[in-house]
């Protein structure tokens, strides 16, 4: 039989993210966003049944078994913490496991954005980081909540599916809470942390309405929030939320989220090309005065103009930093082009660099070339001219000030 600690040993020597255990195949790492088969036996249904049940808490095997699934956290001594979803399929039990590395890295090591640290220490508002599965959100927030809990004398609540990262007490307060078995889901969570005093609260997927509904509202009664969103992009992750809601209700919501979101950060994570290990590329937002004025008047399709004159508050677009990343030479041509939101616009900028991008990609060809024939945007309008009449009232207006100004 195949036993559950050398394979998991497996994973953390190597450096892996994930291991897949399903009935048929060989164990499976993925490594550098590559899968990886082992080189062991291939799995029988009494294998993956048995590494289950030698890993899987009773309340959750009981949800397998009425459910289908169920989803937990476990640590492996001091090595790591492993985040576990175990699920049918065609009968037979399968298991993934997402390794979670014990030590939290730093805002160096992930290359967050210096901004991010001081958001860290704003009273209220909501701050989300968005991204698809496995982009590494949960690294990013658990550096968040780390420099707060080293650094202010705070009380933090955290709620999570499953717990992943622990934070020990240090200058703040901690308190984490698990969804399924501290409390029953994040909207109650969120509900009733309200009442125990919170400064900081995290909220580890903004799933539903009610979640979304409750963020929000914890964030505009002055507390400080953070969620995550499976979204790419800082317009797109407006749109979901205020979509989430009924259409009568959206113009409420966009004031709210207007007054409130403080920033958007959205990532991917990329293999590197100078050396092992991953790197992140980032999309960052922070809201200004213009872009809380985009969100209330539904113009979220000219943030991404925002954010390109945004470089003093440490705003960036994705494709530009996946572009950056590339010129650096920490990632390949082909991770910029698959990671990027325009894959079209990646390739054009890449031959107008005089690097030939080979493809083999009609529709990405199709993407370049209509890129490449865009117009350049249109320079910015100028003022409109004054008619005679209000030229006059603000002559009359400057010159009453000037005669009221202070001689």
């Known amino acids: 039989m195949i036993q559950i600690d050398r394979l998991l040993e497996t994973v953390v020597r190597r450096g892996a993210s994930d291991l897949h255990l399903v009935v048929n195949k060989a164990p499976t790492i993925r490594l550098n966003t590559r899968l990886r088969e082992l080189q062991t036996k291939v799995l029988e249904p009494e294998d993956t049944l048995s590494l289950?049940?030698?890993?899987?808490?009773e309340r959750i095997q009981q949800e397998y078994e009425e459910q289908g699934s169920g989803d937990f956290g476990f640590a492996y001594g001091e090595e790591a913490r492993f985040r576990v979803a175990i699920f049918k399929q065609k009968g037979y039990c399968s298991l993934v496991l997402r390794r979670i590395p014990n030590k939290i890295l730093s805002f160096e090591q992930i290359g967050l954005?210096?901004?991010?640290?001081?958001?860290?220490?704003?009273p209220r508002g909501i701050f989300l980081v968005?991204?698809?599965?496995?982009?590494?959100?949960?690294?990013?927030?658990?550096?968040?909540?780390?420099?707060?809990?080293?650094?202010?004398?705070?009380?933090?609540?955290?709620?999570?599916?499953?717990?992943?990262?622990y934070h020990p007490h240090k200058?703040?307060?901690?308190?984490?809470?698990?969804?399924?078995?501290?409390?029953?889901?994040?909207?109650?969570?969120?509900?009733?942390?309200?009442?125990?005093?919170?400064?900081?609260?995290?909220?580890?997927?903004?799933?539903?309405?009610?979640?979304?509904?409750?963020?929000?509202?914890?964030a505009e009664t002055g507390h400080l929030v953070f969620g995550t969103l499976h979204t790419s992009g800082a317009a797109s992750t407006i749109n979901r939320v205020i979509d989430a809601f009924p259409t009568d209700q959206q113009e409420q919501?966009?004031?709210?989220?207007?007054?409130?979101?403080?920033?958007?950060l959205s990532q991917c994570l990329c293999p590197r090309a100078d050396a092992d290990g991953m790197i992140a590329g980032y999309e960052f937002m922070y809201v200004t005065p213009s872009i809380q004025n985009l969100i209330r008047e539904n113009k979220t399709f000219r943030i991404d103009s925002d954010i390109q004159t945004g470089k003093r508050y440490g705003m960036q677009l994705l494709d530009d930093h996946l572009w950056h990343l590339l010129n650096a030479g920490k990632i390949t041509q082909e991770e910029a082009i698959d990671k990027c939101k325009n894959p079209g616009g990646m390739v054009d900028r890449l031959r107008r660099a005089g690097v030939d991008a080979e493809l083999n990609?009609?529709?990405?060809?199709?993407?370049?070339?209509?890129?490449?024939?865009?117009?350049?945007?249109?320079?910015p309008a100028a003022p409109a001219a004054m008619s005679p009449a209000e030229r006059a009232a603000q002559i009359a207006a400057n010159r009453a000030r000037m005669q009221r100004a202070p001689r």
């Open 113 to 122: 954005p210096d901004i991010v640290r001081q958001i860290c220490r704003r």
């Open 171 to 218: 200058k703040s307060i901690v308190v984490q809470r698990e969804i399924g078995q501290d409390v029953p889901n994040f909207a109650e969570g969120l509900r009733r942390a309200l009442r125990q005093d919170p400064d900081v609260m995290l909220v580890g997927e903004m799933r539903d309405l009610a979640t979304i509904a409750a963020a929000i509202t914890s």
């Open 361 to 379: 990609d009609q529709l990405l060809e199709a993407e370049a070339e209509e890129a490449a024939a865009a117009p350049p945007a249109p320079a």
């Open 253 to 264: 919501v966009r004031v709210q989220l207007a007054n409130n979101l403080i920033a958007v």
């Open 52 to 57: 289950m049940k030698s890993i899987t808490p």
């Open 130 to 165: 968005t991204g698809p599965t496995g982009s590494g959100k949960t690294t990013t927030l658990a550096t968040m909540i780390n420099y707060i809990n080293e650094n202010f004398d705070k009380h933090i609540i955290t709620m999570e599916d499953p717990i992943e990262y």
